[in-house]
């Protein structure tokens, strides 16, 4: 033991406290449940009020209104999905690639030393800004991005959008 001074409401006294000689951690070894109790208590879900989201219409109720409002219900609407436009598309770079398999098919059409497409003919219906465009091309699409049309047109051709989505 040592002895520790203090101050008391009666004055100065002396008070005897016991020293700490083991870790504050202590292995627990042989202790069966390691500080926690009656066996199980530390074990599985029982002690957190079951796993994930249980208990949200129960004993969590509260956390729900408090934290999660709009945990529970609908929200919103969704669209009929034959109503819901979906695109598809090719970028200028790529179409720049297959210009001349497409003039060779007869996809393409070269006018006036300009080849003129139409991605929609091709199952495209965006034209996106990706890659290099070395030639003029006519670029015919429902949707087209501000790069592809500023690519385009810097190299010397033009994108032509078709109305109807």
Do not use: C
């Not at 109720?61 to 999660?68: D, E, I, L, P």
């Not at 999905?81 to 003039?103: F, H, Q, S, T």
């Amino acid at each position: 033991m040592r002895r520790h001074p203090y101050i008391g409401t009666r004055g100065a006294g002396v008070l005897e406290v016991s020293v700490r000689r083991e870790k504050k951690s202590r292995y627990y070894r042989g202790s069966r449940v390691r500080g926690w109790g009656r066996t199980g208590q530390h074990r599985r879900s029982g002690r957190k009020g079951g796993r994930g989201h249980a208990g949200y219409h129960k004993h969590y109720w509260t956390w729900v209104v408090k934290y999660a409002p709009d945990w529970f219900g609908k929200h919103g609407f969704t669209r009929p999905p034959a109503l819901v436009p979906r695109y598809k598309g090719i970028n200028v770079g790529k179409i720049d690639e297959m210009v001349e398999d497409l003039l060779r098919k007869g996809l393409a059409k070269e006018e006036d030393g300009k080849v003129r497409l139409n991605i929609v003919k091709l199952g495209f219906n965006k034209l996106l800004g990706g890659g290099r465009v070395s030639r003029p091309l006519i670029l015919e699409t429902i949707k087209a991005t501000e790069e592809a049309i500023r690519k385009a047109e810097e190299a010397g051709g033009q994108v032509i959008i078709l109305g109807g989505e």
